[in-house]
């Protein structure tokens, strides 16, 4: 069993921290491991964002978002999770590009710790940029800037750096003349294709993290499938992480809105609100 060690919510993303000593050991930067809190629940996957060999732990961040994730932010620490299966798909390239720039957008903020911290180890200046609809809503922050050589911020409201997105700090930063060699975005698809037609008019490779609907994780069920490139990969095992100037992403919105209807009736089911986004508008 997996006890969940530390806990802790900002806003709806749940800090969890999770003994899994296997997989801390062998965890590289870019990779993720499959969930599931009971035996009766979806499998999930989430991307590892630290580990520890020491204490044998993994952390992740969880975006409550759904049935499953609202599952993971009800457990308690010192609960077990009924299995967490990793480390999954292919770890990122790290090598000496140069400038990287790194862009993460809810979950993605956490997700990105790893790469960046990979990257700075092999000699790259890296620039993280973050992005959240308030100020409130970053986390990780101390974590990203040991690791990074800059970060930004950017914000819906304007309440801390700069009012807009990722991909609006990296047009800012072009028309400075920064030179990137290298970008990785992890968030949700909208913002990896908003991204990634940021880079694309300049050339910048870039990658990203594609959150397909994994079933098994292994390459098996073809849950995952994307088309990159005009080639069908399998997300789970020949990614997570492509080329965002070739994937389609018109497809990825598709697959990934198909459960869509029954997902809202079981969650409204549950008859469950943000208690946290309740608080910030001021209605509790
Ligand atoms: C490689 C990878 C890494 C990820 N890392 C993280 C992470 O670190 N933190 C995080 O919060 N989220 C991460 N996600 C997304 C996360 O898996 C989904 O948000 C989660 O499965 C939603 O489940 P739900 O039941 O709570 O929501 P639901 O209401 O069931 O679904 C909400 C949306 O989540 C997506 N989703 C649902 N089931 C799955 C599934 N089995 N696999 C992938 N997407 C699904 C669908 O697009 C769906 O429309 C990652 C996804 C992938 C593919
Ligand atoms: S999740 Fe089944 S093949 Fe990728």
């Excluded at 499998?43 to 759904?66: C, F, H, K, N, Q």
């Excluded at 499953?68 to 299995?83: D, Q």
């Excluded at 409130?136 to 309440?159: C, I, R, W």
């Amino acid at each position: 069993m997996y006890e969940l060690v530390e806990k802790s919510e900002i806003f709806n993303v749940h800090k969890m921290v999770i003994k899994a000593p296997g997989i801390a050991d062998s965890m590289k930067p870019g990779q993720f491991c499959i969930i599931m809190a009971t035996e009766f629940s979806e499998r999930i996957p989430m991307t590892v964002s630290d580990w520890s060999t020491d204490t044998g732990t993994i952390t992740i961040y969880a975006l409550e978002l759904g049935i499953s994730t609202l599952e993971l932010a009800r457990m308690k620490v010192g609960g077990s999770l009924y299995a967490v299966t990793g480390p999954l798909g292919t770890p990122s390239e790290i090598r000496h590009y140069g400038t990287v720039v790194l862009g993460g957008g809810c979950y993605g903020i956490g997700g990105i710790y790893p790469i960046a911290k990979a990257c700075k180890e092999a000699g790259n200046e890296v620039i993280s940029i973050v992005e959240a609809r308030y100020s409130p809503m970053f986390y990780h922050e101390k974590e990203l800037q040991q690791v990074s050589n800059q970060v930004f911020y950017a914000t819906s409201d304007g309440s801390r750096g700069k009012k807009g997105k990722v991909e609006d700090v990296i047009a800012e930063m072009l028309e400075r003349g920064a030179r990137v060699d290298q970008a990785f975005f992890m968030g949700c698809t909208q913002m990896l294709e908003r991204c990634s037609e940021a880079t694309r008019p300049i050339g910048i490779p870039t990658k990203v993290a594609l959150n397909s609907i994994m079933l098994d994780g292994t390459g098996m069920c073809g849950a995952c499938r994307v088309t990159v490139g005009g080639e069908t990969k399998f997300a789970c095992v020949d990614g997570p992480e492509f080329d965002g100037h070739k994937v389609d992403w018109r497809e990825l919105q598709q697959r990934k809105s198909a459960y869509t209807e029954q997902e809202a009736v079981v969650y409204q089911s549950l008859s469950h609100e943000c208690l946290a986004e309740k608080k910030l508008r001021g209605e509790l």
